[in-house]
Structures are given as structure tokens and as C-alpha cells.
């Protein structure tokens, strides 16, 4: 009884919390901004990155399912362990309370591996969100170290400068890919340490597994990506390459701030402004469907997984 009760005030709380972010939040109280939000002015693109959000859900579902599916659990519940994850991941810091959600919803006896499941998940999706995000960083400092493009009004950057940032870049790319094998291969150091102390990763996972989370993942940046351009289509952005190289961007930046998610759209506001430098007519849109891809993406699947904890019977 004490479980189901605080249960119900935790996931009550952080639904209240989502709700009121929402309400408050400057879209409604600005009546220009308001106007532009409800009337995009290209519906079809619209339709297309809201259809995107069950197939990121999907994929996130079964990135969950493949490593957590030993007692031949139903895709069912994988779903509502990932919605339920992503109500908590919501309103914690970096998204710690996905984890946390996530690994008390399985079985006792399974919460190591649910842990090393998330983790794994989570580095994969990293390593994508890394390696875009320096594919894209180089392709800008390259521009700016020759003097073209927008970003950098023309000038040009010192090319040893930019040359260092795109090698520190595509090196910690390439390290964050190499985790895993450090942590497996390692026989002394800081490595047996590290796996010492998470007894999980103790029990590697098969090439397999691993490659499937990496292709998961990878579908998963290229859905949330089109999403991005999408919602930037539909009220009335031009998408052309250097779009898809300020998605990247966003995306990197947004995974290197540190904050609770509900404050992430801030964070995408900034940077998505900041490398389009859009005319002031078109910072309103701009901002509008960063709103739109925060919303459809984070919020709506937070407050089904808040709903569903809220009315689901049994809980492990």
C-alpha cells in the first residue's frame, strides 16, 4: 500500500511539474508567437514529424526490449518502461531519472543488467549524436578557417585553431566508441576498477547485441534528425545542407550542457539561433518548431508514461 501511494505522489508530482512547465511557458503568452504555432504554414511536413514520434518511440522500445527481454517479457511493457523513464527523465538532471525509472520497473533480480541495458543504450546513442555532431562541427570550422559561410560573417578563424578543435572532436568521437572494449579487454588500472565497481559489466554483451544497439540508435538520430527538419519545413524554413549541419549541432551542444530536460529547450532555442542566424522575421518560426520538436518528443510521450503509471495495477 505505502509502494502503490508513493508511487502515485512521485509520478503525480511530475506530471504536475511537466504541466505547469508547459503552461508557462512563452508560446502562450505571446500572441504573435501563439498565431505562428497553430497555423504552419506547411501541414503536410507537420503531419510527417508528428508520424515521427511512434517510430522514435519504437525504436527506442526496442533498443530496451533486446536487453532486457530474457523472461520473454511483452513489448508492452518494454513500451511503458520507456515512457515511464522518459516521465522521470523529464524533470531530473541529464536525464537521470529515465535510468533510475527504467531499472526499478524490472524485476529485483534483473536490475543489473537493467542497468548495464540503459547504459549501453545510452553510450550508443551518444556515440551517434558525437559522431554527427563532429562530422558537422568540422564541415563549419573548415568554412569559417577558409572564410566562408554565414557563421562566421565572412572572417576567417585561425586554422590551427579550428584544425585542433575538428581533431579533439573526431578523437573523442572515435574514444567514446572505443568504451566498451576498453572496459572489457582491460586486465589491471583504471579498467578493472571501473568494472569492479559495477559489477555488471562484468558480463560482456555479444557483438550482436551490441551491434544491434548501435543500428537502433543510428535509425533513431536519422528519425529524431528528418523530425527536426520537418518541424523546420513545416513553418516555412528553407531546409537546405546547412540545416541538417545546425540539427547536428544542436543536437551535440544540447547533449554537452548540463541540465534537466524540461530546460533543454532553452539550450536548442540558443544554438539552433545561433548557427542559422536567421532575419528577425524568420526567428519566430524558428523558435516555434524548436518548441514543436521538444513538445511532440519529449513532453506528450512524458505525460502518457506519467498516465500510465498512474492508472497500471501492478508495478515490479
Same mark, same amino acid.
Given at each position: 500500500?505505502?509502494?502503490?501511494?508513493?508511487?502515485?505522489?512521485?509520478?503525480?508530482?511530475?506530471?504536475?511539474?511537466?504541466?505547469?512547465?508547459?503552461?508557462?511557458?512563452?508560446?502562450?503568452?505571446?500572441?504573435?508567437?501563439?498565431?505562428?504555432?497553430?497555423?504552419?504554414?506547411?501541414?503536410?511536413?507537420?503531419?510527417?514529424?508528428?508520424?515521427?514520434?511512434?517510430?522514435?518511440?519504437?525504436?527506442?522500445?526496442?533498443?530496451?526490449?533486446?536487453?532486457?527481454?530474457?523472461?520473454?517479457?511483452?513489448?508492452?511493457?518494454?513500451?511503458?518502461?520507456?515512457?515511464?523513464?522518459?516521465?522521470?527523465?523529464?524533470?531530473?538532471?541529464?536525464?537521470?531519472?529515465?535510468?533510475?525509472?527504467?531499472?526499478?520497473?524490472?524485476?529485483?533480480?534483473?536490475?543489473?543488467?537493467?542497468?548495464?541495458?540503459?547504459?549501453?543504450?545510452?553510450?550508443?546513442?551518444?556515440?551517434?549524436?558525437?559522431?554527427?555532431?563532429?562530422?558537422?562541427?568540422?564541415?563549419?570550422?573548415?568554412?569559417?578557417?577558409?572564410?566562408?559561410?554565414?557563421?562566421?560573417?565572412?572572417?576567417?578563424?585561425?586554422?590551427?585553431?579550428?584544425?585542433?578543435?575538428? #581533431?579533439? %572532436? @573526431?578523437? /573523442?568521437?572515435? +574514444?567514446? $566508441?572505443?568504451?566498451?572494449?576498453?572496459?572489457?579487454?582491460?586486465? !589491471? &588500472?583504471?579498467?578493472?576498477?571501473?568494472?569492479?565497481?559495477?559489477?555488471?559489466?562484468?558480463?560482456?554483451?555479444?557483438?550482436?547485441?551490441?551491434?544491434?544497439?548501435?543500428?537502433?540508435?543510428?535509425?533513431?538520430?536519422?528519425?529524431?534528425?528528418?523530425?527536426?527538419?520537418?518541424?523546420?519545413?513545416?513553418?516555412?524554413?528553407?531546409?537546405?545542407?546547412?540545416?541538417?549541419?545546425?540539427?547536428?549541432?544542436?543536437?551535440?551542444?544540447?547533449?554537452?550542457?548540463?541540465?534537466?530536460?524540461?530546460?533543454?529547450?532553452?539550450?536548442?532555442?540558443?544554438?539552433?539561433?545561433?548557427?542559422?542566424?536567421?532575419?528577425?522575421?524568420?526567428? #519566430?518560426? %524558428? @523558435?516555434? /518548431?524548436?518548441? +514543436?520538436? $521538444?513538445?511532440?518528443?519529449?513532453?506528450?510521450?512524458?505525460?502518457? !508514461? &506519467?498516465?500510465?503509471?498512474?492508472?497500471?495495477?501492478?508495478?515490479?
Amino acid at each position: 500500500m505505502l509502494q502503490k501511494l508513493a508511487r502515485w505522489l512521485v509520478t503525480s508530482a511530475a506530471l504536475a511539474y511537466v504541466v505547469w512547465t508547459l503552461m508557462e511557458h512563452k508560446m502562450w503568452q505571446d500572441d504573435e508567437v501563439s498565431q505562428v504555432f497553430w497555423h504552419p504554414p506547411n501541414p503536410l511536413l507537420l503531419w510527417l514529424f508528428i508520424l515521427g514520434m511512434p517510430v522514435n518511440l519504437g525504436l527506442e522500445t526496442a533498443k530496451w526490449h533486446a536487453l532486457t527481454s530474457a523472461d520473454r517479457k511483452p513489448w508492452s511493457r518494454s513500451m511503458r518502461e520507456v515512457l515511464t523513464g522518459m516521465t522521470f527523465g523529464l524533470v531530473t538532471p541529464n536525464r537521470t531519472g529515465d535510468a533510475v525509472a527504467r531499472v526499478a520497473m524490472v524485476p529485483p533480480s534483473e536490475r543489473t543488467s537493467g542497468a548495464r541495458a540503459w547504459a549501453v543504450g545510452a553510450w550508443a546513442q551518444a556515440g551517434w549524436t558525437w559522431t554527427f555532431g563532429a562530422i558537422s562541427s568540422a564541415a563549419v570550422l573548415t568554412n569559417a578557417a577558409m572564410g566562408n559561410g554565414e557563421w562566421a560573417h565572412g572572417h576567417r578563424l585561425p586554422v590551427a585553431a579550428c584544425a585542433a578543435v575538428c #581533431v579533439a %572532436l @573526431v578523437a /573523442a568521437a572515435i +574514444a567514446w $566508441w572505443r568504451i566498451p572494449h576498453w572496459a572489457a579487454s582491460g586486465d !589491471g &588500472g583504471w579498467s578493472r576498477r571501473f568494472t569492479d565497481r559495477f559489477e555488471g559489466l562484468k558480463t560482456p554483451l555479444s557483438a550482436s547485441q551490441m551491434n544491434r544497439q548501435v543500428i537502433f540508435s543510428g535509425l533513431r538520430f536519422l528519425v529524431f534528425t528528418a523530425q527536426f527538419a520537418c518541424a523546420l519545413g513545416a513553418w516555412g524554413i528553407e531546409v537546405d545542407g546547412s540545416i541538417w549541419t545546425a540539427i547536428a549541432l544542436v543536437y551535440l551542444g544540447n547533449m554537452l550542457v548540463p541540465t534537466a530536460a524540461l530546460a533543454e529547450l532553452g539550450v536548442r532555442e540558443a544554438l539552433i539561433v545561433a548557427w542559422i542566424q536567421p532575419e528577425p522575421d524568420w526567428t #519566430v518560426p %524558428l @523558435v516555434t /518548431a524548436t518548441f +514543436a520538436i $521538444w513538445l511532440v518528443n519529449l513532453c506528450i510521450p512524458a505525460l502518457i !508514461g &506519467g498516465g500510465m503509471q498512474l492508472t497500471v495495477r501492478r508495478h515490479a
